[in-house]
T-cell receptor, first 114, second 111 residues
Framework: GAGVSQTPSNKVTEKGKYVELRCDPISGHTALYWYRQSLGQGPEFLIYFQGTGAADDSGLPNDRFFAVRPEGSVSTLKIQRTERGDSAVYLC????????????FGPGTRLTVL | RKEVEQDPGPFNVPEGATVAFNCTYSNSASQSFFWYRQDCRKEPKLLMSVYSSGNEDGRFTAQLNRASQYISLLIRDSKLSDSATYLCVVYRGGATNKLIFGTGTLLAVQP
C-alpha cells in the first residue's frame, strides 16, 4: 500500500513569510509525528498526534510553529514569520497506534528560508 | 549533553571490512532501541530493532547493554551499498511516544 506522503518535497521561501507543510499518513494509522532534521543532525521530535489531538507538542521550538490534524488523517505543519534558522528537512511519520514503537517515515519536505 | 550520543564519523572502510558503531543513551526509562539507516537526501528507514539478547540479520548484528546504556551495531563483509548514515534511536513510550535520534554515523565503503 501507499506509504507516508509529504508535500511539497521542496519549499523555498523568504524570511518572514508563512509556510504550510502537508503530511498524508498511511491509511488507518492513528498516530502521526512531525520531526525536524537539520544538516548533520539526527531528526528531532516536534509534535505527536493521537487522532485529532496533539498528545505531545513539547518539541515545537516556539509559538511560530503550529500543527493541526482536524480529521485525524492529514496533518499540516504551519510556520509563521519564517527565519533562516528554520531551514531544515521536516519529516512526518505515522504508526498504527500509540501502542507501537514502529514509525514509518515520509520522504520529508526540504524547507529553505532565504 | 545529548540524550543519544554517537560518533559522527565518517568511517571510511574498504569493501569486505568489518565495522562497528557504538551508541550510548542517558535516559534509563527508554523502552525500545533501534538502528535506522538514512541514505543521502532520503528519509530514515528502520534497519533493525535491538534486544538485550542480541539479534542478527544477515551481515548485521545489534546488541543492547541496558546496565551500561550502550547499543552497538556490527556490519560484517561491508558492501559498497552499505554506505549511508546509521542512526541510533531510542523509543520513549507512555504519554510522549516519541523516537529520539542520535546524530548519526556516516559510513563510506570504498572499492
Amino acid at each position: 500500500g501507499a506509504g507516508v506522503s509529504q508535500t511539497p518535497s521542496n519549499k523555498v521561501t523568504e524570511k518572514g513569510k508563512y509556510v504550510e507543510l502537508r503530511c498524508d499518513p498511511i491509511s488507518g494509522h492513528t498516530a502521526l509525528y512531525w520531526y525536524r532534521q537539520s544538516l548533520g543532525q539526527g531528526p528531532e521530535f516536534l509534535i505527536y498526534f493521537q487522532g485529532t489531538g496533539a498528545a505531545d507538542d513539547s518539541g515545537l521550538p516556539n509559538d511560530r510553529f503550529f500543527a493541526v490534524r482536524p480529521e485525524g488523517s492529514v496533518s499540516t505543519l504551519k510556520i509563521q514569520r519564517t527565519e533562516r534558522g528554520d531551514s531544515a528537512v521536516y519529516l512526518c511519520a505515522s504508526s498504527p497506534s500509540r501502542l507501537t514503537d514502529t514509525q514509518y517515515f515520509g520522504p520529508g519536505t526540504r524547507l529553505t528560508v532565504l | 549533553r545529548k540524550e543519544v550520543e554517537q560518533d559522527p564519523g565518517p568511517f571510511n572502510v574498504p569493501e569486505g571490512a568489518t565495522v562497528a558503531f557504538n551508541c550510548t543513551y542517558s535516559n534509563s526509562a527508554s523502552q525500545s532501541f533501534f538502528w535506522y539507516r538514512q541514505d543521502c537526501r532520503k528519509e530514515p528507514k528502520l534497519l533493525m530493532s535491538v534486544y538485550s539478547s542480541g539479534n542478527e540479520d544477515g551481515r548485521f548484528t545489534a546488541q543492547l547493554n541496558r546496565a551500561s546504556q550502550y547499543i552497538s551495531l556490527l556490519i560484517r563483509d561491508s558492501k559498497l551499498s552499505d554506505s549511508a548514515t546509521y542512526l541510533c534511536v531510542v523509543y520513549r513510550g507512555g504519554a510522549t511516544n516519541k523516537l529520539i535520534f542520535g546524530t548519526g554515523t556516516l559510513l563510506a565503503v570504498q572499492p
